[in-house]
């Protein structure tokens, strides 16, 4: 089994239909040209049905990006199908990403079918799609809740009429890491033809587990991760793409690789979050304003001495210039010689000792000190 991973960036589709998150199509472009130069694989451009605006810009994504492949969302219907193709026309390389529900939950009551009309119809769709294009996905909505057995009948019959990648989402955020991973070994062990495609895993983190269950999806044999910048998404969003990748580069035990520059990681973060309108909660993994800055004074003193101290992570990795000495009442003194050091005071022991407890009350007053709190600290003790 290849040891490369897929990544697939849901951003401009699972990520855009937040509310309040909704872009234009030249915003929509800008992003797609952020993520080539990231690069991701596959980029899901759309859900060209959906809206006008939604299929101009699967259009316009075609032709600016060169390098992905450009994916366009679909129900298990003509329609939906046909415009889907006609949006991909302009794409160097295209994938058309068609499905419906696996569960019986979705089954009995979203589709008021039964199990045997929606394995039809998963047929029907991917060989209709087939006729546009030959890279077609394949998604088994709320595979997270589906019976297993089931499951793996949809999987095998789609990828005998042609579908090329198979997604096996946990929809609704449900699974726990250990049976999503179950799951995808249990389809390994159990569809003849899982060679013929590349099993993806589309991971929702309505329980915070989108990323844990991504990587034991991986772990299973999943060889295509469905991400978002940022892990915005639906509800409580999606895996997010800078976790999911900053662990694989991390645990080099894994023997995996993705082709992400990690180091833009930090620049298209901060893009995806202004154009999109969503904050990024301080304390989110490996993006967060927090992620490297350390506040407390054992935790100065270990990274003062020695970055590995306390961090996994090279912050250069993902393009954050280094980590951040946070000066608040819980710093120690090695934290307020390094930051002062850093403005160009040289401070010998005995006046540290006296600028530290005129320092620990002024943090007590005040949340966090900065450059200008030390300048005039040191200025009103003729320092
Ligand atoms: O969460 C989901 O199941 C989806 C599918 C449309 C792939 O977003
Ligand atoms: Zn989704």
Same mark, same amino acid.
């Given at each position: 089994?290849?040891?490369?991973?897929?990544?697939?960036?849901?951003?401009?589709?699972?990520?855009?239909?937040?509310?309040?998150?909704?872009?234009?199509?030249?915003?929509?472009? !800008?992003?797609?040209?952020?993520?080539?130069?990231?690069?991701?694989?596959? /980029?899901?451009?759309?859900?060209?049905?959906?809206?006008?605006?939604?299929?101009?810009?699967?259009?316009?994504?075609?032709?600016?990006?060169?390098?992905?492949?450009?994916?366009?969302?679909?129900?298990?219907?003509?329609?939906?199908?046909?415009?889907?193709?006609?949006?991909?026309?302009?794409?160097?390389?295209?994938?058309?990403?068609?499905?419906?529900?696996?569960?019986?939950?979705?089954?009995?009551?979203?589709?008021?079918?039964?199990?045997?009309?929606?394995?039809?119809?998963?047929?029907?769709?991917?060989?209709?799609?087939?006729?546009?294009?030959?890279?077609?996905?394949?998604?088994?909505?709320?595979?997270?809740?589906?019976?297993?057995?089931?499951?793996? !009948?949809?999987?095998?019959?789609?990828?005998?009429?042609?579908?090329?990648?198979?997604?096996?989402?946990?929809?609704?955020?449900?699974?726990?890491?250990?049976?999503?991973?179950?799951?995808?070994?249990?389809?390994?062990?159990?569809?003849?033809?899982?060679?013929?495609?590349?099993?993806?895993?589309?991971?929702?983190?309505?329980?915070?587990?989108?990323?844990?269950?991504?990587?034991?999806?991986?772990?299973?044999?999943?060889?295509?991760?469905?991400?978002?910048?940022?892990?915005?998404?639906?509800?409580?969003?999606?895996?997010?793409?800078?976790? /999911?990748?900053?662990?694989?580069?991390?645990?080099?035990?894994?023997?995996?690789?993705?082709?992400?520059?990690?180091?833009?990681?930090?620049?298209?973060?901060?893009?995806?979050?202004?154009?999109?309108?969503?904050?990024?909660?301080?304390?989110?993994?490996?993006?967060?304003?927090?992620?490297?800055?350390?506040?407390?004074?054992?935790?100065?003193?270990? /990274?003062?001495?020695?970055?590995?101290?306390?961090? /996994?992570?090279?912050?250069?990795?993902?393009?954050?210039?280094?980590? !951040?000495?946070?000066?608040?009442?819980?710093?120690?003194?090695?934290?307020?010689?390094?930051?002062?050091?850093?403005?160009?005071?040289?401070?010998?022991?005995?006046?540290?000792?006296?600028?530290?407890?005129?320092?620990?009350?002024?943090?007590?007053?005040? !949340?966090?000190?900065?450059?200008?709190?030390?300048?005039?600290?040191?200025?009103?003790?003729?320092?």
């Amino acid at each position: 089994m290849s040891n490369k991973i897929f990544i697939f960036d849901t951003t401009l589709r699972d990520g855009e239909q937040v509310p309040g998150c909704q872009l234009n199509t030249v915003e929509k472009v !800008k992003i797609a040209r952020e993520l080539e130069k990231l690069g991701v694989d596959v /980029i899901e451009g759309g859900f060209p049905i959906s809206s006008p605006g939604d299929f101009k810009s699967v259009i316009e994504i075609s032709k600016a990006i060169k390098k992905p492949i450009i994916c366009a969302l679909t129900r298990a219907r003509k329609a939906d199908i046909d415009v889907a193709a006609e949006s991909l026309k302009f794409a160097k390389r295209k994938r058309i990403h068609t499905g419906i529900g696996s569960s019986d939950i979705h089954i009995k009551h979203k589709f008021k079918s039964t199990r045997k009309k929606i394995l039809e119809q998963a047929i029907w769709a991917v060989k209709y799609a087939k006729k546009f294009v030959d890279d077609i996905e394949f998604y088994a909505e709320d595979a997270g809740r589906a019976d297993p057995n089931f499951l793996a !009948k949809m999987v095998e019959e789609v990828i005998k009429v042609g579908a090329t990648v198979v997604n096996i989402p946990d929809t609704t955020g449900y699974c726990l890491p250990q049976d999503f991973g179950a799951k995808i070994k249990y389809l390994f062990e159990n569809v003849k033809n899982i060679n013929q495609a590349v099993i993806s895993v589309h991971c929702h983190n309505d329980l915070g587990l989108a990323t844990a269950n991504t990587m034991a999806g991986i772990i299973n044999g999943a060889r295509q991760v469905e991400v978002t910048v940022n892990g915005i998404g639906e509800r409580a969003g999606n895996t997010s793409l800078e976790e /999911i990748a900053m662990i694989l580069k991390t645990h080099k035990k894994l023997d995996l690789k993705t082709d992400i520059n990690t180091e833009k990681i930090y620049d298209i973060s901060q893009k995806v979050s202004k154009m999109m309108n969503m904050p990024i909660q301080k304390n989110k993994a490996i993006v967060g304003a927090n992620a490297f800055a350390h506040s407390s004074g054992i935790h100065q003193d270990g /990274i003062i001495k020695q970055r590995e101290n306390y961090e /996994i992570i090279d912050p250069k990795d993902v393009g954050i210039d280094k980590s !951040k000495i946070v000066l608040t009442a819980r710093s120690g003194r090695a934290a307020l010689k390094y930051r002062l050091r850093n403005l160009k005071y040289e401070i010998k022991q005995e006046h540290l000792n006296t600028i530290y407890k005129k320092f620990l009350n002024l943090a007590d007053e005040k !949340k966090e000190i900065n450059d200008q709190d030390l300048r005039i600290l040191m200025v009103q003790n003729n320092l």
